[in-house]
């Protein structure tokens, strides 16, 4: 008995020892509205984002406005909430390098922004 003790503690030592405590997924936060509002916004701990690191990342999506959506592109991202709708959205998604942006599609013009994944 004493020897498969051995052999699960060693089994956790090993998870442990590659990676079983990884830290948490990067979360950001999106926001856009209100209606009267023509503000857009996309930040990571209440900073704006300009620059990420590629991986995995936890997006929330606060769309307050039945007048605007979010809509975030880039490479091989096309998501986005309704123009009609407000909701709270999360979404996962896996950033590669390269340029992606974030508009309302009804009000591009005034309400957008972009960051680079390098």
């Known amino acids: 008995m004493s020897r498969l003790r051995f052999i699960l503690a060693a089994g956790v030592v090993a998870l442990v ?3 079983g405590s990884s830290a948490a ?11 009267s509002s023509f503000k857009i916004t ?17 997006i929330v ?13 880039g490479p091989g991202i096309n998501k986005k909430t309704s123009v009609a709708g407000k909701a709270t ?3 996962t998604v896996t950033l590669k390098k390269g340029k992606y942006t ?5 009000h591009a013009a005034l309400m957008h922004g972009s960051f680079t994944v390098t």
């Open 25 to 35: 997924t990067p979360k950001l936060l999106a926001h856009v509205g209100p209606d």
């Open 42 to 58: 996309l930040t990571k701990g209440g900073k704006k984002v300009t620059k990420l690191k590629p991986g995995k990342y936890v």
């Open 89 to 91: 959205s999360t979404w």
């Open 102 to 106: 974030y508009l309302c599609d009804p």
């Open 17 to 19: 020892a590659a990676g």
């Open 61 to 73: 999506v606060s769309d307050t406005s039945k007048l605007h959506n979010f809509h975030l592109k």
